[in-house]
């Protein structure tokens, strides 16, 4: 058995902050903003903010290039405005995760801006500078939002990596001094008082780029080692890093507490099941639904007690799940949220509710190209408007895919802008603001707010929805998700119908139970009867099991 941790059973809420706020009426979230609907998080019940950048940056990709890791955006206010925000929500009994971006600074950064104008300065070593190859690129390594993974520095004609902008320089992780800097501003964020971390991409940072490695290099757990040991490892904090590559045996490297690494890390496998498999994910294929849950069952079981578990549907970079597994039509948003909602939060992990998801916000959907914000949407763009794609493919990927449908305004009444902002915000709202928005949620017992509320709830009352096993039931079916969750004599059954047509479930003979309690549901006169149940459409129920 895992040692107790307080994260075991803690609930994460992802704040987008450029999207979620704006107290000061000028189009852009903001800190105040946050700390103005702290008590609606509060009433939510959730124990931990995860916020996405707020340091100094010029917003090439929204907060994701950092030019000063120990100061504050200006549009999002300043460090005393932190050191509220930070205060505010202690006082509530929640903790603030920053989100360390680590792999690059941005190309404002003064690091880099020295490495740029004196070749000979010790800061040119922080970054990766090559010499040309035949007056060309290095090699052939790409960057994630499109094209060469190398730029032409024209002063000294030598070319620098950049895994994802051109304006996020990927820094020299070999080097010690760089390395120790990062440690040192840590620190810095760690005695200010902050609960703990998320690490963005951290599995590129042991990268041997002459060799082509990016994810997953040969030093990468040496460092995320010795990056423990000088800074959170000596505290109880929440570590969770961003590895697109994890597979479980991967996580147990950086979440096994033995290693001296992270808490948990967010896998990203269930969330690649409809793209064409080898290809980008623009490239779109219908969900397999028998091959979601069994990658959720691998994870589920494989970590077992040599690890930790992230659970999420959506954060700032994926679309909105009930736009994409689930139903955002008017008959069945609501439900389907919440049937998304049941089967993810009834896991064993920690989850993670990003901004918006707990009143079912849905993806968004603009005539024009010029009305989107997103770097890698945009660079995509271009890119498959100049290899000849019809714009019409290029804005269905979009729609289904695009970066900007987690990142409208948060939609908190019916009122212009949903609430977010008396002025034009930098990225319009979704007109269906009217309808969907938090005002309408709090008012409204049934509500998908009020859903994640109990789910929540159940997660602080039940020790087996924390620690208990996972077994996977109906794995072949083609519309059920099913799963039993097991601790001493405690049992917790989920039964859910993915789909919109009713469907049949027959409870496994093997499964003993005396009596059963239905602790949720999405309808309000579910089945008591779980020998056969007759499963409406999206209908998710959870039983105890007596
Ligand atoms: C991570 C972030 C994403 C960002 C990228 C580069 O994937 O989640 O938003 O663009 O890293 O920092
Ligand atoms: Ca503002």
Redesign the pocket.
């Known amino acids: 058995m895992l040692e107790k941790k307080w994260w075991h059973n803690s609930v994460v809420y992802q704040i987008y902050p450029r999207s979620f706020c704006d107290s000061n009426n000028d189009g852009i979230g903001d800190l105040r903003g946050i700390i103005s609907k702290l008590d609606y998080l509060k009433e939510l019940g959730i124990d931990v903010i995860w916020l ?1 950048p707020v340091y100094k940056s010029p917003n090439d ?2 907060g ?2 950092i030019s000063d890791y120990r100061d504050i955006m200006d549009e999002f206010g300043t460090m005393e405005d932190m050191d509220n925000l930070l205060k505010e929500a202690n006082d509530r009994g929640i903790k603030i995760l920053m ?1 360390l ?1 680590l ?2 600074t941005s190309d404002e950064h003064k690091w880099f801006m020295e490495a740029k104008k004196n070749p000979n300065s010790k800061y040119r070593d922080y970054y990766v500078f090559r010499k040309p190859v035949d007056g060309k690129e290095p090699n052939e390594m790409k960057s ?2 499109s094209g060469s993974a190398w730029e032409l520095d024209k002063n000294s004609n030598e070319y620098y990596l950049h ?3 051109k304006k ?1 320089p990927d820094l020299n992780w070999e080097n010690e001094e760089v390395r120790n800097e990062l440690y040192d501003m840590i620190n810095f964020w760690i005695d200010k008082g902050v609960g703990g971390f998320r690490l ?2 951290i599995d590129l940072v042991g990268k041997e780029p002459d060799k082509l490695i990016t994810a997953n290099g040969p030093k990468l757990h040496e460092y995320i080692n010795e990056m423990n040991i000088n800074t959170f490892g000596k505290y109880d904090l929440l570590t969770v890093g ?1 590895t ?1 590559g994890a597979t479980p045996k991967i996580a147990k490297l950086y979440s096994n507490p033995i290693r001296n690494e992270l808490s948990m890390v967010f896998q990203f496998e269930h969330i690649s099941l409809d793209e064409i498999p080898g290809k980008t994910k623009w490239d779109l294929a219908p969900l397999n639904f028998i091959k979601l849950k069994e990658v959720f069952n691998k994870w589920q079981t494989e970590l077992d007690n040599e690890g930790w578990n992230s659970l999420f549907w959506n ?3 994926l679309p909105r799940i009930v736009s994409r597994w689930g139903n955002d039509s008017e008959e069945y948003r609501e439900l389907s949220a919440k049937m998304l909602a049941t089967v993810l939060h009834m896991q064993k992990g920690t989850p993670y509710i990003y901004q918006g998801e707990e009143i079912g916000m849905t993806n968004v959907v603009f005539d024009s190209i010029d009305e989107y914000n997103d ?2 949407l945009l660079n995509m763009y271009k890119e498959r408007i100049s290899e000849g794609y019809k714009e019409e493919d290029i804005m269905k990927s979009i729609y289904a895919k695009g ?1 900007d449908n987690a990142r409208t305004p948060m939609q908190w009444d019916d009122s212009l802008n949903g609430g977010f902002s008396k002025v034009k915000p930098w990225l319009k709202v979704n007109p269906n603001y009217v309808d969907i928005n938090v005002k309408n949620n709090l008012e409204d017992e049934n509500s998908i707010f009020n859903h994640y509320k109990k789910l929540i709830k159940i997660r602080k009352n039940e020790d087996v929805v924390v620690y208990g096993d996972f077994k996977l039931l109906y794995k072949d079916h083609n519309s059920i998700f099913s799963y039993i969750r097991e601790l001493n004599d405690e049992k917790i059954l989920v039964v859910a119908n993915f789909y919109d047509k009713d469907e049949e479930f027959v409870l496994d003979k093997s499964i003993k139970y005396e009596g059963c309690e239905i602790l949720l549901s999405n309808y309000k006169d579910s089945s008591k009867d779980i020998e056969k149940i007759n499963l409406r459409p999206y209908e998710a129920i959870i039983y105890k099991l007596k």
Do not use: G
């Open positions: 996405s990709d929204n994701y290039d989100d971006v792999n690059h994630t939002f895994l994802f902008s996020q963005d991409v961003e697109w954060n700032h970079d770097i890698e970066r």
